[in-house]
Nanobody, 125 residues
Framework: QVRLVESGGASVQAGGSLRLSCVASGDISRLCMAWFRQAPGREREAVAVIYMGGGSEYLPAPTKGRFTLLQDNAKTTLYLGMYRLKPEDTGMYYC???????????????????WGQGTQVTVSS
């Protein structure tokens, strides 16, 4: 069982930047790690995904080119760098971990079995 703790959420102006942190207790070196967000009344959606055993990050269209993932050398912390933030980026951001499947690491939330408690990001116009 992996325990995940997020931090770094804040209120910012549109166009600003934030870096969220996800500290993991347990071995995540062979897991898929992802950041999801959920706005009120909307489905939880993936914003960035990576296989911790090596490989590129994957981002969906709404965040591609603005968000990026960074790891520490010990592979215990996963950061989400968010740039050129928009009001539609507002939501609760969650870190998640899961096993890779035949398709590797996906944007599908059901693949992720371990979740943090979330950290709130609010972007004002």
């Amino acid at each position: 069982q992996v325990r995940l703790v997020e931090s770094g959420g804040a209120s910012v102006q549109a166009g600003g930047s934030l870096r969220l942190s996800c500290v993991a207790s347990g071995d995540i070196s062979r897991l898929c790690m992802a950041w999801f967000r959920q706005a009120p009344g909307r489905e939880r959606e993936a914003v960035a995904v990576i296989y911790m055993g090596g490989g590129s990050e994957y981002l969906p269209a709404p965040t591609k080119g603005r968000f990026t993932l960074l790891q520490d050398n010990a592979k215990t912390t996963l950061y989400l760098g968010m740039y050129r933030l928009k009001p539609e980026d507002t939501g609760m951001y969650y870190c998640a971990a899961g096993l890779p499947n035949g398709d590797g690491c996906s944007f599908v939330k059901q693949q992720y079995t371990n979740w943090g408690q979330g950290t709130q990001v609010t972007v004002s116009s």
